[in-house]
């Protein structure tokens, strides 16, 4: 438990998700070890695994200002948990939430498209909505979204696309096409609904353009007077065991570089419910430029 004198010595509590191994670890390492402002930051390290986060921490030389925090991401008891552990122990406020834990499948079966979407669009959603309360004023929410997320939704129909990329899109109809997507996988309609079934990383790259578009809609609804930015990031294809740490993708470091610039940036840098990459902001639909062929099929 903290005292009052030693809140008081920090400058912000900032909570990373998935951050036991990966690109999360790489920035909760970032913020403990580059000379910057966040220096004095007290860093929730958020892992699924009690062992792997504690491992996770000794690997960071067991800083005194890394905590670590169990939480799945896909399990709402867990989330409630986890909630109740910030308001319990961290005085219940927040200045930033990085929601960086994911996961990726190459199947193409209902089950595993629910299985990735309870992590990565669902897990986000609702953990959003538990801890968007305790986001104190200029806070900022970053959901870790992906490159493959905007080639996703630039290979749907147009009626799909205007239907994701509407400015009036809620929640509800969010929900709606998600669930209507994975229902197609199971009776062979993706075709027929507008996405095309051939692409690589077809599931996984749905499940990041759904959160590119809940990035949106949860900016329009929590920005209001406490001035919360709401934002979306790509680190990039990274060497990490998402993709078996495949040839030719870049270092973590980098992509941790990318999840951080939103978090670092002043405000007037940022436009709030926007998708960045590398410092720039990014269109939250384009084509893919890459060769993914080399990508190893491991299944995380």
Known sequence: MLTSEQRQQQQRVILVTGANKGLGFEVVKKLITEPSSFKNDLILLGSRDLKRGQGAIKLLGS?????????????????????????QKYGGQLDVLINNAGILTHEKTV?????????????????NEHLSPLI?????????????????????????QKKYQSSTLTKEQL??????????????????????????????GTSKA?????TRVEAR??????NVLVLSVTPGLCKTDIIDHAPGARSAELGADSILFPVNAPTNELENGQ???????KPQSCACTKNLEHLSKKQE
């Open 111 to 127: 089950d595993a498209a629910r299985n990735v979407f309870a992590t990565n669009y669902y897990g986000i959603r609702t953990l």
């Open 221 to 226: 609804e929590w920005s209001g007077a406490q």
């Open 175 to 204: 929900d709606t096409l998600v669930e209507d997507f994975i229902s197609a996988i199971g009776s062979n309609r993706l075709e027929k609904l507008g996405y095309n079934s051939k692409l690589p990383y077809l599931i996984y």
């Open 275 to 281: 998708f960045y990459e590398d410092g720039q902001q």
């Open 210 to 214: 759904a959160l590119i578009a809940l």
């Open 63 to 87: 800083p005194s200002n890394v905590h670590l925090l169990q939480l799945d991401t896909s399990s709402r008891n867990s989330i409630a948990q986890a909630t109740n552990e910030i308001k």
């Open 136 to 160: 104190k004023e200029n806070g900022r929410i970053v959901n870790v979204a992906s490159e493959v997320g905007a080639w996703a939704l630039y290979e749907m129909s147009s009626d799909l």
